[in-house]
């Protein structure tokens, strides 16, 4: 059987600097590629090595092994669901056994079932409005918020429904934090996302 490979631009052990989880050590896999191109995007697409589904899966349970409390694996990008393979990815991970799996995603690809069904965490940042599939099935979103509101428009995000609904600051945009926090103000149910990663420095 022919071996599956994946770009992967890095994997590394750190804490969950947004969201639900933000705080808690996690295993990130951060696949390259988009079907995006946002000017704030934190992922360099043109450095990535291909990788075997064996090699990723192997390299994220050295990194868990070390500290037996990580069982977070959050799989990220770029966009994941690009990627066709990314199905045989989840299933691996989830047949270690070990690793509770989120993954993150902008909601844009139409065809995430397959995956979905391997996913214990959706995590939602949404570019436009969400695909059907990730609308169903998202545990949280979360909406980027710049100097002058949301990124989506604002009809979009009053639509956007689940458990757990946060803003967060585009990193180093002037005012976009008190946009943030008029938003949670104005709006039932929002909170605060930051990005404790960049804020203190940790990797």
């Given at each position: 059987?022919?071996?599956?490979?994946?770009?992967?631009?890095?994997?590394?052990c750190s804490v969950q600097g947004e969201g639900y989880?933000?705080?808690?050590?996690?295993?990130?896999?951060?696949?390259?590629?988009?079907?995006?191109?946002?000017?704030?995007?934190?992922?360099?697409?043109?450095?990535?090595?291909?990788?075997?589904?064996e090699a990723i899966v192997k390299k994220a349970e050295?990194?868990?092994?070390?500290?037996?409390?990580?069982?977070?694996?959050?799989?990220?990008?770029?966009?994941?669901?690009?990627?066709?393979?990314?199905?045989?990815?989840?299933?691996?991970?989830?047949?270690?056994?070990?690793?509770?799996?989120?993954?993150?995603?902008?909601?844009?690809?139409?065809?995430?079932?397959?995956?979905?069904?391997?996913?214990?965490?959706?995590?939602?940042?949404?570019?436009?409005?969400?695909?059907?599939?990730?609308?169903?099935?998202?545990?949280?979103?979360?909406?980027?918020?710049?100097k002058n509101g949301p990124i989506i428009p604002k009809?979009?995000?009053?639509?956007?429904?689940?458990?757990?609904?946060?803003?967060?600051?585009?990193?180093?945009?002037?005012?976009?934090?008190?946009?943030?926090?008029?938003?949670?103000?104005?709006?039932?149910?929002?909170?605060?996302?930051?990005?404790?990663?960049?804020?203190?420095?940790?990797?």
């Open positions: 059987m022919p071996k599956i490979f994946l770009p992967v631009n890095e994997i590394f989880w933000a705080g808690e050590f996690a295993v990130f896999i951060r696949l390259s590629g988009c079907n995006m191109n946002c000017p704030f995007c934190d992922t360099d697409h043109a450095k990535f090595e291909e990788m075997t589904i050295a990194l868990a092994r070390p500290a037996p409390k990580v069982t977070h694996v959050v799989v990220t990008g770029g966009e994941p669901h690009i990627h066709k393979h990314l199905e045989n990815l989840l299933k691996a991970l989830k047949g270690t056994g070990r690793f509770r799996i989120q993954v993150e995603t902008n909601g844009t690809p139409p065809r995430t079932e397959h995956c979905l069904k391997y996913v214990d965490w959706l995590t939602c940042s949404p570019k436009i409005r969400p695909s059907l599939p990730v609308a169903q099935r998202a545990n949280e979103y979360k909406v980027l918020v710049g009809r979009v995000v009053e639509t956007l429904r689940a458990d757990h609904l946060y803003v967060q600051p585009v990193y180093g945009e002037p005012g976009a934090a008190r946009k943030c926090m008029e938003w949670v103000k104005e709006h039932e149910g929002w909170k605060l996302s930051g990005q404790l990663h960049k804020m203190y420095a940790m990797r």
